[in-house]
């Protein structure tokens, strides 16, 4: 099935770097929403995003909804340990097709 | 539970097998989600209910599988005849209702095995 292109696939960084991780789509999304995935767990939603444009902060975590609603970034402040895991961009269409389509992920190492 | 439970957590089975993946959604929730984890991907749609019925099922890949939700709560997601490439984590997701602006929040999932 078709999913979004994110990048990159992987990263390592050291503690208190900054991170920034995309996510690009040939087609247009409504909703674009950014999830951490733990080992055995499942995706835990971060950030959503409604609007065009919009940028919204959650901790040291920043996200942004494209102006062209085909693409979606995510920027972590000062890195720590626990930042570590993989994280998910995810859009979803509206106006009747509420299903999320995911991108691969980007792994992220953080060394202390 | 505060959050989405979904049970087995894990399932081993031998091929031509019939599983059933149960997932009991956060309270109030109406909308109901299933994806399926391949190694090394993102979740893909399966399936999406609101209330009892399946809006949205253009996501299972054949025949074999078929969920239901008859009290509109807890979800059953049935395969049929388990082959080898149906092992995958399968998660479910709960949103308040369905639609834009319904952010999904998912359980942990079931890995499911084929032999």
């Known amino acids: 099935g078709q999913q979004l292109n994110q990048s990159p696939q992987s990263m390592f960084i050291q503690e208190g770097e900054n991170v920034s991780m995309n996510c690009t789509s040939s087609?247009?999304?409504?909703?674009w929403l950014w999830y951490k995935q733990d080992p055995g767990e499942g995706p835990v939603l971060l950030i959503a995003?409604?609007?065009?444009?919009e940028l919204t902060s959650n901790g040291r975590l920043t996200a942004q909804f494209g102006i062209t609603r085909k693409d979606s970034f995510l920027n972590i402040s000062a890195s720590i340990p626990s930042d570590v895991g993989i994280y998910f961009c995810a859009g979803q269409r509206g106006a009747g097709s509420y299903q999320l389509t995911f991108g691969k992920g980007t792994k992220l190492s953080v060394i202390p | 539970g505060a959050g989405v439970s979904q049970t087995p957590s894990n399932k081993v089975t031998e091929k031509g097998k019939y599983v059933e993946l149960r997932c009991d959604p956060i309270?109030?929730?109406?909308?109901l989600y299933w994806y399926r984890q391949s190694l090394g991907q993102g979740p893909e749609f399966l399936i999406y209910f609101q209330g009892t019925g399946a809006a949205d099922d253009s996501g299972l890949p054949n025949d074999r599988f078929f969920a239901v939700r008859p009290e509109g709560s807890v979800s059953t997601l049935k395969i049929q005849r388990t082959e080898r490439g149906d092992s995958a984590v399968y998660l479910c997701a709960s949103s308040r209702t369905g639609g834009s602006g319904q952010p999904q929040h998912f359980g942990d999932g079931t890995r499911l095995s084929i032999l």
């Open positions: 309270s109030g929730h109406t909308a």
């Open positions: 087609s247009i999304f409504n909703t």
């Open positions: 995003l409604y609007k065009a444009g």
